[in-house]
């Protein structure tokens, strides 16, 4: 594992959580809820009993919390993991703020460590955590475990770092992107058609992203390829 990697997201997150009030103006991603996720859930879940939903590094609940708004009225559930305490200890006030307390319950893990159970969930988040664990074979087994956790008729949403480069935003040199996972956007795309042969697939697109921010005093441009990935099971899983 590349511990300074891990070291340097997890200082990243705790900052930005600690810094910035969710769905706040000017909280940088924070600030409103991912539109595709919400968009999922409006067209396939709304008014459907007793939806199962997880939601892997859920973060401060930017996106669980939307989506327990929309399905926790049908007996609807959200479980939400990260492995950061002032993750879920902020999704907890959150979720108590915008009175969504039934509706989702918030684990402190890491998502290599969380067993997800097989043929559990309608709808499985990873949004910007795959890349964040501890070797690229550990990343293919959740993700295959995703899809076996994953409901007839399911819906799973990935969103996963590819590509992924940074530079000295002062002199603008490329240094080492300190990834946990470093992934292109081709292999990362066969990967993924492999696992989900037989499932219909919705969304399989290049989002180019780029970030400034500071690491260990001096600020970081980044720049990365977002895959995102939404797919269906099918009647044949
Ligand atoms: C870019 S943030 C996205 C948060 C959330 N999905 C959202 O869209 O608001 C990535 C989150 O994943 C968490 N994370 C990173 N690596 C993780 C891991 N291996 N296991 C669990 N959580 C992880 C971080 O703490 C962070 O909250």
Known sequence: MKKRAREATRIYHKKLYSDKKLFQKGSSWLEKPNAEIIAVVKNNFIGKKHIKVLDLGAGVGRNAIPIAKIIGKSGGKVTCVDYLDVAIDKLNEYVKEHNVGKFI?????????????????DFIVAHSVLTHTRSKEKMVQIIKDIAKGTRKNGIVYIYMITNSREFDSETG?????????????????????????????????????????????????????????????????
Do not use: C, H, M
Not at 107 to 117: C, G, M, Q, Y
Not at 200 to 223: C, D, F, H, N, S
């Open 173 to 237: 040199k490329e240094q080492d992107p300190e990834a946990e996972v470093e992934i292109n956007f081709k292999e990362a795309s066969a990967l993924l058609k492999d696992i989900y042969k037989g499932w219909t697939i919705q969304a399989l697109k290049k989002i180019p992203y780029e970030e400034k921010y500071k690491k260990r005093g001096k600020v970081v441009r980044w720049q990365v390829d977002y895959l995102l990935f939404i797919a269906k099971a099918g009647i044949t899983r």
């Open 105 to 121: 319950k918030g684990f402190v893990s890491s998502i290599e460590d969380f067993i997800i159970n097989p043929n559990t969930y």
